[in-house]
């Protein structure tokens, strides 16, 4: 790999040598980035978590800066958990079904637009999803949250016991729509080429064996898939864990463990640190970086499992042919 | 490939699927309705939210807007712009990609042109790893690490920093697919012309994929711009102008989104539905203009 020897050969050897040596120091600097944000999220979240009266990982409310300190994740991260559920239950069916139209029954001229189009939501930035769920979502959402928590207020999510949906609906509903609009791109975008992918011999023995072509994706396209979509799907969970700024806007706050998605409140860890980072004294700001060390650690161990997935699904294709 | 697609449009012409009866044919036709329907609720979203921003947008959006700052407007009077903002967004924007432009692209050589498998491969999942910080993490990285442990203050770089980290694993990843794009009879040739690598890189491998990595990077600074949670920790927002990214608080053109948005009063909101607007569109263009490179581009074409 050095360089043809010749007279210039060890001149030119130092200068490959130190080339290589600033890219290598380029990629130490990025593991040194990542290794320095855990550290400072660690190192910075200590001062609160001693002062904490209250156990952070099960305590529910959010009086960090009042004396004593009692704080605690639990609310928050119950909020992050069923909002983010919530929106992968709503996008999921519909991206994929996007990809598949996309990839199966689009003519072939559409389906290129259609793809740019679906890229282009994936562009709008979250605030404007943010805005958008203010003014346009939420007046319109009243009346269907109110007819849902009274045809299927039977079903425990969909309980209204103290009857607020009628005037209020900054629920974790709403919240989680609009995280299931700002997923349902990636999701979609994924499942297209974990499709485009499939091996088109599949296809073809699955139509000449008879197949309707309902059949033929269900079976040779569908099926094959299931490991990329997978991933897919918790690469967008990851990105509805830590949505801040759109869920900060519909959500209205509260520090409660609620199973009630209709009505008024609930909050997320994230949009919990961008309500309340301005007003936070010392310790309130401390505990806001401990919260967001539980969403880190959340959001590593989804996007860890995720590539797990999607790069086990790439290998058991490559090992199929 | 263009014999597959064709016999699978064949098959679905109608006089092959019409021999299929009863409940099998009726569930076909149930699943392609489903396809079409879920194609339509995704794009309901789409327009409705580009046509709201457009619309609303563009009724309070004029030239005053874009040249004046919210210095001394409060939530109920209908003048004040965005030009604070869309400042301190451009220099923001700009440090950051100052910042994770060059060390991305480093990256990227090291890990197709020099690294060894394993290293390259470690490399690799902690960039993916990166790429899976939420956007408030990384804001809050930035507010320990320069606000609590080095006190300085809010400014415009912290910002960037914080911007610099979202955007380093997107250069990262985008550039090396890139240069993996390059034949390696390139290389070959240039070696065999004595050519030293490291000048091989520089001079053959980069230039042939610059318009793929130009794309890259206007996608990830797309990305970024309109990013707000981790501003809200380290720019905290100004009403007043300030053109320097190096000290004090700075406003941006999502942040002025979130505080007019915040507020209940209508003068606010059209503030905030005209930001959007402006922010969209500097999006589209790097996104449009991203995509026409696209097309441009030799490597792609192959």
């Known amino acids: 790999m050095a360089a043809p020897g010749s007279v210039l050969a060890s001149r030119r050897v130092r200068r490959f040598e130190s080339f290589r040596a600033i890219t290598a120091a380029a990629a130490l600097i990025t593991l040194v980035l990542l290794l320095a944000v855990a550290i400072f999220l660690v190192v910075k979240a200590i001062p609160a978590l001693r002062a904490d009266t209250a156990s952070f990982l099960t305590a529910k409310g959010w009086q960090p800066d009042s004396t004593p300190p009692v704080f605690g994740v639990a609310a928050l991260a119950f909020g992050t958990l069923l909002s983010s559920a919530l929106a992968l239950a709503m996008a999921v069916p519909v991206a994929v079904g996007v990809a598949v139209f996309i990839v199966e029954y689009a003519p072939k001229r559409i389906a290129s637009w259609l793809g740019y189009a679906v890229d282009l939501l994936a562009a709008v930035p979250s605030v404007v999803f943010g805005l958008w769920g203010v003014v346009f979502l939420i007046p319109r959402m009243t009346g269907f949250q109110h007819w849902l928590a009274t045809r299927f207020g039977w079903f425990p999510l969909f309980a209204d016991p103290d009857g607020q949906t009628a005037t209020a609906s900054r629920s974790i509903f709403v919240a989680a729509v609009v995280l299931a609009i700002m997923v349902l791109p990636i999701v979609a975008a994924i499942s297209r080429e974990v499709l485009r992918q499939v091996d088109p011999a599949l296809k073809e023995a699955a139509l000449a064996l008879g197949a309707t072509q309902w059949e033929m994706v269900r079976m040779a396209v569908l099926a094959p898939s299931r490991a990329g979509i997978a991933g897919g799907v918790m690469l967008g969970l990851g990105r509805a864990l830590g949505e801040t700024i759109a869920v900060a806007l519909v959500l209205g706050t509260s520090f409660a463990i609620n199973w009630h998605v209709l009505t008024p409140g609930g909050n997320t860890i994230a949009a919990n640190i961008a309500n309340y980072f301005a007003e936070a004294g010392p310790t309130g700001r401390s505990a806001l970086i401990a919260s967001g060390l539980v969403l880190f650690a959340m959001t590593l161990f989804v996007n860890t499992v995720a590539r797990t997935v999607i790069y086990r699904g790439a290998v058991r294709r490559g090992g199929d042919r | ?302």
């Open chain 2, 1 to 302: 490939m263009t014999a597959t697609t064709h016999s699978a449009h064949l098959a679905t012409d109608g006089v092959h699927v019409w021999k299929i009866r009863g409940r099998r044919a009726v569930v076909n036709r149930l699943a392609a309705f489903a396809m079409y329907l879920a194609m339509g609720v995704a794009l309901v979203p789409l327009i409705a939210v580009l046509w709201y921003t457009v619309g609303r947008g563009l009724s309070r959006f004029s030239l005053n807007f874009l040249t004046h700052s919210m210095a001394g407007v409060g939530p109920l009077d209908r003048n004040g712009g965005a030009y604070h903002a869309i400042l301190g967004t451009v220099e923001q924007v700009l440090l950051a990609s100052l910042m994770a432009v060059p060390l991305g692209l480093l990256v990227a050589i090291y890990l197709n042109e020099y690294g060894s498998r394993t290293m390259a491969a470690i490399v690799r999942l902690l960039v993916d790893v990166m790429t899976g910080i939420p956007s408030i993490v990384a804001g809050l990285f930035v507010f320990a690490f320069w606000v609590l442990a080095l006190h300085k203050g809010f400014s415009g770089f912290a910002g960037s920093m914080a911007l610099a980290v979202l955007m380093l694993p997107v250069v990262v990843r985008s550039a090396e697919e890139m240069l993996r794009l390059v034949p390696s009879a390139f290389r070959e040739a240039a070696y065999a012309l004595g050519i030293a690598k490291w000048r091989t890189i520089l001079s053959i491998v980069l230039p042939t994929a610059s318009t793929g990595i130009t794309t890259g990077v206007m996608l990830a600074v797309a990305r970024v711009t309109g990013e707000t949670a981790p501003l809200l920790l380290t720019v905290f927002g100004n009403q007043y102008i300030n053109g320097n990214p190096f000290h004090g608080a700075q406003s941006g053109l999502p942040l002025l989104i979130f505080q007019q948005a915040s507020s209940a009063y209508p003068a606010s909101v059209d503030r905030a539905w005209a930001a959007a607007f402006t922010l969209i569109l500097i999006v589209v263009v790097l996104y449009v203009g991203a995509r026409l490179l696209t097309r441009r581009d030799a490597l792609n074409q192959r």
